[in-house]
């Protein structure tokens, strides 16, 4: 297991140069915005326009702050997004334009490269437990969490989150002030987890 601090997480701007993301894992590690396997990173979106467009990649959005977007998803299926909401996936290449329900809002996107992982994206509201995973998670916090595993305990602050391998057997609890996002990545056939 490790724990990622959001005062480490990696500022870039978006693919479009339209605002700004904040990149909180991505693999293999090192690599660009345009060869990922899988990206998990979130965003402040504080103007209306269109997303960027991500080739054969497959993505999910949850919000985190704010009053939440609608989405428009190639000119005719339209969604509204707010904290309330479960993640809503959709495919990273189809047009995709947000309007913004009333001011900025920040979102948690999560993406996998098709054919390579696909992903699952949970709001699960605490105090949880959850079972050994033979896949990669990430537990994303909304607020003050603390997670215990045997004798272990991690403390988690607001946007920290903690990476947990398939090594880690014994069962995850999790307690604290609000809900946490739970990320599971999957490799597809001859894509491993390293």
């Not at 900025?104 to 050994?132: A, K, Y």
């Not at 609890?173 to 990320?183: C, K, N, R, T, Y």
Request: proline share 6%.
């Amino acid at each position: 297991m490790k724990i990622l601090r959001a005062s480490d997480y990696k500022r870039m701007p978006w693919k479009n140069g339209g605002g700004e993301t904040v990149e909180i894992a991505v693999h293999p590690a090192g690599t660009s915005i345009e060869d990922f396997d899988w990206r998990i990173s979130m965003a402040s979106v504080a103007s209306d326009g269109p997303f960027s467009s991500f080739p054969d990649v497959d993505r999910t959005l949850a919000i985190l702050s704010g009053d939440g977007i609608d989405l428009t998803v190639d000119g005719d299926t339209s969604v509204t997004l707010t904290r309330s909401s479960e993640p809503y996936p959709f495919a990273a290449d189809r047009p995709v334009f947000a309007t913004l329900v009333n001011g900025v809002t920040t979102d948690l996107n999560v993406m996998t490269r098709r054919g390579r992982f696909s992903h699952r994206v949970i709001r699960q509201p605490t105090p949880v437990s959850l079972r050994p995973s033979a896949f990669l998670r990430f537990v994303l916090a909304t607020g003050k969490h603390t997670i215990a595993l045997s004798s272990e305990k991690f403390e988690l602050g607001p946007l920290d989150c903690l990476s947990v391998g398939a090594e880690v057997t014994g069962d995850l609890a999790i307690s604290g002030d609000s809900e946490v996002f739970l990320i599971e990545l999957h490799p597809e056939a001859g894509h491993g987890l390293h």
